[in-house]
Nanobody, 118 residues
Framework: QVQLVESGGGLVQAGGSLRLSCTASGRTFSNYAVNWFRQAPGKEREFVAYISWSGSITNYADSVKGRFTISRDNAKNTVFLQMNSLKPEDTAVYYC???????????WGQGTQVTVSS
């Protein structure tokens, strides 16, 4: 089973940018599709973005379309989430989730905090 570690979170002003990374160890990451989710205080975890194993297919929540970009570098076992034009409502803990293609087994990272000040 793959182990996931997120990094890149922090405090940023509204309108700023951050790039999150999700680095996998333990298995070949190219065998996994990857999602980013987020959870704000008092709210349910919600989907943010998806990328297929090859990177050829991506999908985004309506709330982040045009502002966030998901990408991956399978040679480095890493998926990125570039977040631009950040808003206070983007404040949340961001989680990386991988789904193994062969059997849909999924794994989660520990999360990274993103705080956007107004």
């Amino acid at each position: 089973q793959v182990q996931l570690v997120e990094s890149g979170g922090g405090l940023v002003q509204a309108g700023g940018s951050l790039r999150l990374s999700c680095t996998a160890s333990g298995r070949t990451f190219s065998n996994y599709a990857v999602n980013w989710f987020r959870q704000a205080p008092g709210k349910e975890r919600e989907f943010v973005a998806y990328i297929s194993w090859s990177g050829s297919i991506t999908n985004y929540a309506d709330s982040v379309k045009g502002r966030f970009t998901i990408s991956r570098d399978n040679a480095k076992n890493t998926v990125f989430l570039q977040m631009n034009s950040l808003k206070p409502e983007d404040t949340a803990v961001y989680y990386c989730n991988s789904v193994r293609l062969s059997d849909r087994l999924d794994s989660w990272g520990q999360g990274t905090q993103v705080t956007v000040s107004s």
